[in-house]
Protein backbone atom coordinates (compact mmCIF):
# COMPACT_ATOMS: atom_id res chain seq x y z
CA UNK A 1 0.00 0.00 0.00
CA UNK A 2 1.12 3.56 -0.93
CA UNK A 3 -0.86 5.16 2.15
CA UNK A 4 -1.55 8.61 1.16
CA UNK A 5 -0.02 10.48 -1.61
CA UNK A 6 0.04 13.94 -2.30
CA UNK A 7 1.41 16.00 -5.49
CA UNK A 8 3.31 18.04 -5.89
CA UNK A 9 6.03 18.11 -2.79
CA UNK A 10 6.79 21.69 -4.17
CA UNK A 11 4.76 24.44 -5.92
CA UNK A 12 5.68 28.39 -6.41
CA UNK A 13 2.47 30.80 -7.43
CA UNK A 14 2.09 34.03 -8.45
CA UNK A 15 -1.00 35.82 -6.65
CA UNK A 16 -4.42 35.20 -8.55
CA UNK A 17 -3.34 31.67 -10.18
CA UNK A 18 -5.15 29.00 -8.93
CA UNK A 19 -4.26 25.22 -9.12
CA UNK A 20 -4.85 21.73 -7.34
CA UNK A 21 -2.81 20.07 -5.15
CA UNK A 22 -3.78 16.07 -5.23
CA UNK A 23 -4.71 13.76 -2.43
CA UNK A 24 -4.66 9.88 -3.29
CA UNK A 25 -4.79 6.98 -0.67
CA UNK A 26 -5.36 3.48 -1.27
CA UNK A 27 -6.26 1.91 2.23
CA UNK A 28 -10.49 2.40 1.22
CA UNK A 29 -10.69 4.55 4.42
CA UNK A 30 -13.59 6.97 4.00
CA UNK A 31 -12.94 9.96 6.03
CA UNK A 32 -10.48 12.75 4.42
CA UNK A 33 -9.12 16.19 5.49
CA UNK A 34 -6.93 18.71 4.15
CA UNK A 35 -5.30 20.90 6.72
CA UNK A 36 -2.28 23.57 6.46
CA UNK A 37 0.44 24.17 9.03
CA UNK A 38 2.23 27.70 9.39
CA UNK A 39 5.09 28.09 11.45
CA UNK A 40 3.57 28.67 15.22
CA UNK A 41 -0.02 27.75 14.48
CA UNK A 42 0.33 24.25 14.53
CA UNK A 43 -2.27 22.23 11.94
CA UNK A 44 -5.59 23.90 11.64
CA UNK A 45 -8.15 21.67 9.31
CA UNK A 46 -9.50 22.99 5.53
CA UNK A 47 -11.74 21.11 4.17
CA UNK A 48 -13.12 17.18 5.11
CA UNK A 49 -15.00 14.53 3.80
CA UNK A 50 -16.88 12.07 5.07
CA UNK A 51 -17.65 9.68 2.14
CA UNK A 52 -17.55 10.02 -1.75
CA UNK A 53 -19.85 13.23 -2.18
CA UNK A 54 -20.02 15.07 1.08
CA UNK A 55 -17.52 17.62 2.17
CA UNK A 56 -17.93 20.08 4.97
CA UNK A 57 -15.92 23.15 6.02
CA UNK A 58 -13.04 23.16 8.68
CA UNK A 59 -11.75 25.96 10.68
CA UNK A 60 -9.78 28.41 7.73
CA UNK A 61 -12.07 26.95 4.60
CA UNK A 62 -11.93 30.56 2.93
CA UNK A 63 -10.39 30.51 -0.95
CA UNK A 64 -10.31 26.83 -1.24
CA UNK A 65 -12.78 24.41 -2.80
CA UNK A 66 -12.73 20.49 -2.39
CA UNK A 67 -14.83 17.54 -4.09
CA UNK A 68 -15.04 13.85 -3.31
CA UNK A 69 -16.17 11.94 -6.53
CA UNK A 70 -14.34 8.96 -5.71
CA UNK A 71 -13.37 7.25 -2.12
CA UNK A 72 -9.82 7.36 -3.19
CA UNK A 73 -9.40 11.23 -4.32
CA UNK A 74 -9.36 14.32 -2.49
CA UNK A 75 -8.51 17.01 -4.41
CA UNK A 76 -7.63 20.84 -2.79
CA UNK A 77 -8.64 23.98 -5.59
CA UNK A 78 -6.76 27.04 -4.46
CA UNK A 79 -9.18 29.68 -6.75
CA UNK A 80 -6.99 32.53 -6.78
CA UNK A 81 -3.58 32.21 -4.47
CA UNK A 82 -2.85 34.98 -2.30
CA UNK A 83 0.10 34.89 -0.42
CA UNK A 84 -1.44 34.45 3.07
CA UNK A 85 -1.82 30.96 1.33
CA UNK A 86 1.39 30.20 1.63
CA UNK A 87 2.06 27.29 3.70
CA UNK A 88 2.51 23.59 3.95
CA UNK A 89 -0.50 21.67 3.05
CA UNK A 90 -1.18 18.11 4.44
CA UNK A 91 -3.92 15.88 3.39
CA UNK A 92 -5.00 12.70 6.04
CA UNK A 93 -7.28 9.76 5.71
CA UNK A 94 -8.95 7.97 8.50
CA UNK A 95 -11.91 5.42 9.66
CA UNK A 96 -14.41 5.44 11.97
CA UNK A 97 -13.20 2.24 13.51
CA UNK A 98 -9.83 3.50 14.00
CA UNK A 99 -11.44 6.32 16.31
CA UNK A 100 -10.28 8.81 13.74
CA UNK A 101 -6.62 7.85 13.75
CA UNK A 102 -5.34 9.85 10.72
CA UNK A 103 -2.78 8.94 8.15
CA UNK A 104 -1.02 11.51 6.88
CA UNK A 105 0.47 12.54 3.26
CA UNK A 106 4.21 13.88 3.27
CA UNK A 107 2.41 17.49 2.03
CA UNK A 108 2.60 20.07 -0.35
CA UNK A 109 5.24 23.26 0.10
CA UNK A 110 3.14 25.85 -1.55
CA UNK A 111 4.50 29.45 -2.08
CA UNK A 112 2.40 32.16 -3.21
CA UNK A 113 4.65 34.82 -4.36
CA UNK B 1 -9.93 28.39 17.65
CA UNK B 2 -7.08 25.51 18.95
CA UNK B 3 -8.88 23.09 21.26
CA UNK B 4 -5.40 21.19 22.37
CA UNK B 5 -2.70 23.67 23.54
CA UNK B 6 0.76 21.88 24.01
CA UNK B 7 3.43 23.06 27.14
CA UNK B 8 6.12 23.46 26.73
CA UNK B 9 6.47 24.96 23.35
CA UNK B 10 10.04 24.02 23.04
CA UNK B 11 12.02 20.96 24.96
CA UNK B 12 15.48 20.36 25.31
CA UNK B 13 16.90 17.03 26.89
CA UNK B 14 19.76 14.79 26.72
CA UNK B 15 19.97 11.24 25.85
CA UNK B 16 18.96 8.99 27.95
CA UNK B 17 16.35 11.42 30.15
CA UNK B 18 13.15 11.45 30.14
CA UNK B 19 10.55 13.74 28.08
CA UNK B 20 7.06 15.02 29.84
CA UNK B 21 5.04 17.02 27.49
CA UNK B 22 1.46 18.54 28.53
CA UNK B 23 -1.61 19.09 26.39
CA UNK B 24 -4.96 20.91 27.51
CA UNK B 25 -8.24 20.91 26.25
CA UNK B 26 -10.98 22.95 26.44
CA UNK B 27 -14.25 21.26 25.58
CA UNK B 28 -15.64 17.80 25.89
CA UNK B 29 -13.77 15.08 24.18
CA UNK B 30 -14.17 11.23 23.16
CA UNK B 31 -10.87 10.62 22.49
CA UNK B 32 -7.22 12.25 22.92
CA UNK B 33 -4.40 11.46 20.40
CA UNK B 34 -0.61 12.42 20.21
CA UNK B 35 0.91 12.53 17.25
CA UNK B 36 5.19 12.94 16.36
CA UNK B 37 6.15 14.99 13.21
CA UNK B 38 10.01 14.98 12.23
CA UNK B 39 11.10 17.60 9.82
CA UNK B 40 9.51 18.15 6.81
CA UNK B 41 7.38 15.06 7.29
CA UNK B 42 3.78 14.75 7.53
CA UNK B 43 2.77 14.03 11.20
CA UNK B 44 2.58 9.93 11.96
CA UNK B 45 0.08 8.58 14.99
CA UNK B 46 1.72 7.44 18.36
CA UNK B 47 -1.05 6.57 20.49
CA UNK B 48 -4.71 7.31 21.47
CA UNK B 49 -6.47 7.41 24.60
CA UNK B 50 -10.17 7.63 25.43
CA UNK B 51 -11.93 9.65 27.59
CA UNK B 52 -12.79 6.45 30.07
CA UNK B 53 -8.90 5.62 30.11
CA UNK B 54 -6.46 7.33 32.54
CA UNK B 55 -3.16 6.07 31.12
CA UNK B 56 -2.42 4.40 28.04
CA UNK B 57 1.48 2.48 27.69
CA UNK B 58 3.13 2.01 23.85
CA UNK B 59 6.66 0.66 24.14
CA UNK B 60 8.67 4.13 25.47
CA UNK B 61 5.44 5.92 25.60
CA UNK B 62 3.17 6.31 28.88
CA UNK B 63 0.05 8.40 28.41
CA UNK B 64 -2.44 10.18 30.73
CA UNK B 65 -5.66 11.82 30.35
CA UNK B 66 -7.44 13.92 33.24
CA UNK B 67 -10.71 14.69 31.83
CA UNK B 68 -11.77 16.72 35.16
CA UNK B 69 -8.67 18.84 34.68
CA UNK B 70 -8.67 18.54 30.85
CA UNK B 71 -5.70 17.69 30.27
CA UNK B 72 -3.20 15.21 28.95
CA UNK B 73 0.71 14.45 29.27
CA UNK B 74 2.73 11.91 27.11
CA UNK B 75 6.04 10.76 28.58
CA UNK B 76 8.70 9.06 26.60
CA UNK B 77 11.10 7.07 28.75
CA UNK B 78 15.34 7.18 27.80
CA UNK B 79 14.90 9.12 24.82
CA UNK B 80 17.06 8.79 22.05
CA UNK B 81 18.31 11.31 19.55
CA UNK B 82 16.23 9.78 16.91
CA UNK B 83 13.06 10.69 19.11
CA UNK B 84 13.69 14.71 18.11
CA UNK B 85 10.23 15.88 16.64
CA UNK B 86 7.38 18.04 17.29
CA UNK B 87 4.61 16.59 19.12
CA UNK B 88 1.14 17.12 18.98
CA UNK B 89 -2.16 16.47 20.50
CA UNK B 90 -5.27 16.62 19.06
CA UNK B 91 -8.93 15.97 19.73
CA UNK B 92 -12.27 15.13 18.62
CA UNK B 93 -15.39 17.57 19.28
CA UNK B 94 -16.75 14.89 21.86
CA UNK B 95 -20.11 15.03 22.67
CA UNK B 96 -22.57 17.83 20.81
CA UNK B 97 -20.03 18.42 18.05
CA UNK B 98 -18.90 16.85 14.64
CA UNK B 99 -16.65 13.80 16.02
CA UNK B 100 -15.60 13.34 12.22
CA UNK B 101 -13.09 16.28 12.80
CA UNK B 102 -9.88 16.53 15.23
CA UNK B 103 -8.25 19.56 16.26
CA UNK B 104 -4.27 20.10 16.97
CA UNK B 105 -2.39 22.10 19.17
CA UNK B 106 0.15 23.94 17.99
CA UNK B 107 2.92 21.48 19.13
CA UNK B 108 5.95 20.87 21.37
CA UNK B 109 9.40 20.48 19.88
CA UNK B 110 11.59 18.24 21.58
CA UNK B 111 15.11 17.96 20.96
CA UNK B 112 17.60 14.97 22.16
CA UNK B 113 21.18 16.00 22.75
CA UNK B 114 23.35 12.83 21.93
Known amino acids: NAGVTQTPKFQVLKTGQSMTLQCAQD?????MSWYRQDPGMGLRLIHYSVGAGITDQGEVPNGYNVSRSTTEDFPLRLLSAAPSQTSVYFC????????????FGPGTRLTVL | SQQGEEDPQALSIQEGENATMNCSYKTSINNLQWYRQNSGRGLVHLILIRSNEREKHSGRLRVTLDTSKKSSSLLITASRAADTASYFC??????????????FGKGTLLTVNP
Open chain 1, 92 to 103: ASSYSGLGLVQF
Open chain 1, 27 to 31: MNHEY
Open chain 2, 90 to 103: ATDAGSGGSNYKLT
